[in-house]
C-alpha cells in the first residue's frame, strides 16, 4: 500500500465549477502537506503548502489537512479551462524527503 | 530568474550502458532533489542533498544508481548497466531550505532499449 493515496480520475468539469480534490495518507509522522499541478512533459509545480491541520485559501485554490482522519484536499472554485492538469498532492515529515500520491487528472471543459 | 535546468531533455541508451544526468539548481539553493516518474505514477523521491552531501539517499533503488553534488550546486545523477525499467522522466528540485518550496526541473525522459 503506498503511503500516500490518490483517486487517480480522470475527472471532466464544466467552466466554472468547483472541483474537489482528494488524498488519503497511512503515515503519522507527515506533518506538512502540498498540492502541486503538473502539466504534460512539464515539472510539478508547487500551488498550496500546509503544516499540520487546518485551511489555507490562496485566490480560487483552498486545501484541507484533516490529520485525524489522514484526509488531504484541494478546492477549486471557479475552474478554468487553464486549470486542466494532472494534480499530485505530497507529504513529508521532517527532512523534505516527499512522497507523492499518483496524480488527479483534471479537464475543465470551455 | 533562471529556474531549474536539467539536461539532457531527452535520453535514449541501450540495456547495460552508463548515463550521466545533469541539474543545475536555481542560484543559492542549498538543498537539491532527485525524484523518478514512471508513466501515470507521482513522482518518487531518490536523494536529498543539503549542500554537498547526501542528507537522505534511502530512495536509490539499488547501487546502479550513483548521485554527487561536489560544489554544492551542479548535481549529476549516474545510472550504471541500465535496465529497461529504468525508463522514466527523472525530475530535479531544488530549494533554500529543507521546509521550503521545492521548485522543478522540466525533467530528463530517460528511455532504455
Known amino acids: 500500500q503506498k503511503e500516500v493515496e490518490q483517486d487517480p480520475g480522470p475527472l471532466s468539469v464544466p467552466e466554472g465549477a468547483i472541483v474537489s480534490l482528494n488524498c488519503t495518507y497511512s503515515n503519522s509522522a507527515f506533518q506538512y502537506f502540498m498540492w502541486y499541478r503538473q502539466y504534460s512533459r512539464k515539472g510539478p509545480e508547487l500551488l498550496m503548502y500546509?503544516?499540520?491541520?487546518g485551511n489555507k485559501e490562496d485566490g480560487r485554490f483552498t486545501a484541507q489537512v484533516d490529520k485525524s482522519s489522514k484526509y488531504i484536499s484541494l478546492f477549486i472554485r471557479d475552474s478554468q479551462p487553464s486549470d486542466s492538469a494532472t494534480y499530485l498532492c505530497?507529504?513529508?515529515?521532517?527532512?523534505?524527503?516527499?512522497?507523492f500520491g499518483d496524480g488527479t487528472t483534471l479537464t475543465v471543459k470551455p | 530568474g533562471a529556474g531549474v535546468s536539467q539536461t539532457p531533455s531527452n535520453k535514449v541508451t541501450e540495456k547495460g550502458k552508463y548515463v550521466e544526468l545533469r541539474c543545475d539548481p536555481i542560484s543559492g539553493h542549498t538543498a537539491l532533489y532527485w525524484y523518478r516518474q514512471s508513466l501515470g505514477q507521482g513522482p518518487e523521491f531518490l536523494i536529498y542533498?543539503?549542500?554537498?552531501?547526501?542528507?537522505?539517499d534511502s530512495g536509490l533503488p539499488n547501487d546502479r544508481f550513483f548521485a554527487v553534488r561536489p560544489e554544492g550546486s551542479v548535481s549529476t545523477l549516474k545510472i550504471q548497466r541500465t535496465e529497461r525499467g529504468d525508463s522514466a522522466v527523472y525530475l530535479c528540485a531544488s530549494s533554500s531550505g529543507a521546509h521550503n518550496e521545492q521548485f522543478f526541473g522540466p525533467g530528463t525522459r530517460l528511455t532504455v532499449l
Open positions: 505530497a507529504s513529508y515529515t521532517n527532512a523534505g524527503k516527499s512522497t
Open positions: 542533498f543539503q549542500g554537498t552531501g547526501a542528507a537522505d
Open positions: 500546509t503544516y499540520s491541520s
